[in-house]
């Protein structure tokens, strides 16, 4: 199920389902429901860009969060 307001992850096979970005953050919604935030605070700009690129890309988002932004993450929502 997509949350209202998000974009659907169109990645084959991926643990993310949708994303939400913002002009600081992106949430990121994975396929279990759990719905986490990543911040230019909390993760930084570089990696925050790269996953808004990844996300837009629907390829890699997923694997670029378990490998580099894990714990990252701001906040659950």
Do not use: C, W
């Not at 974009?7 to 919604?29: E, F, K, M, P, Q």
């Not at 909390?42 to 790269?50: H, I, T």
């Not at 694997?63 to 894990?70: D, E, G, L, M, N």
């Amino acid at each position: 199920m997509i949350p209202r307001g998000f974009t659907a992850y169109l990645g084959a096979g991926s643990g993310v389902a949708a994303y939400r970005i913002g002009a600081s953050h992106i949430d990121v919604a994975f396929v279990g429901g759990d719905i986490y935030r990543y911040t230019v605070l909390s993760a930084g700009q570089p990696n925050l860009d790269e996953m808004a690129r990844r996300a837009r890309g629907n390829r890699g988002l997923a694997t670029f969060i378990s490998r580099v932004a894990h714990d990252l993450y701001e906040r659950k929502l």
